[in-house]
């Protein structure tokens, strides 16, 4: 059996290959003639969660601007690759969408990485003291 099929086949397993990191970055994000604003809940080298009551389908691309503190603005492509719907009954208490970054440049990976290092740096458990 290969190692992907053993990891996708085991319950309760991790599937992602990139490691994600909690975030709280402001996200504006855009299709067709539609902008909204929400929040990165979560980031890795590959894609972001994003809290929203009304996520896009799966499958729509959208146009994603987010930046951290003090830094340029990144303008990405992603494409949603799953949704959590909100429910009746509010017995969903993370509604969003998982992202996926598609059609990066080398500049947009870079400084996607960068990004990524920083949050996981400031989440380090030695950091904790600092």
Same mark, same amino acid.
């Given at each position: 059996m290969s190692e992907r099929r053993r990891r996708t086949s085991t319950p309760g397993t991790e599937r992602r290959s990139h490691p994600r990191f909690e975030a709280h970055l402001e996200v504006d994000y855009?299709?067709?003639d539609t902008f909204l604003f929400a929040y990165v809940e979560n980031i890795s080298e590959m894609g972001i969660f994003v @809290? &929203? /009551? #009304?996520?896009?389908? !799966?499958?729509? @691309? =959208? &146009? +994603? @601007?987010?930046?951290? @503190? /003090?830094?340029?603005? +990144? +303008? =990405?492509?992603g494409e949603v690759v799953w949704i959590n719907p909100v429910r009746p009954g509010g017995d969903n208490p993370n509604p969003g969408m998982g992202i996926r970054f598609v059609e990066l440049s080398a500049d947009q990976r870079e400084r996607l990485v960068e990004l990524v290092r &920083? !949050?996981?740096?400031?989440?380090?458990? #030695?950091?904790a003291n600092d």
């Open positions: 855009a299709h067709g @809290r &929203t /009551d #009304d996520p896009a389908r !799966v499958g729509t @691309r =959208l &146009t +994603l @601007r987010f930046s951290p @503190r /003090d830094a340029e603005p +990144l +303008l =990405l492509q &920083t !949050v996981a740096y400031l989440q380090a458990p #030695d950091r």
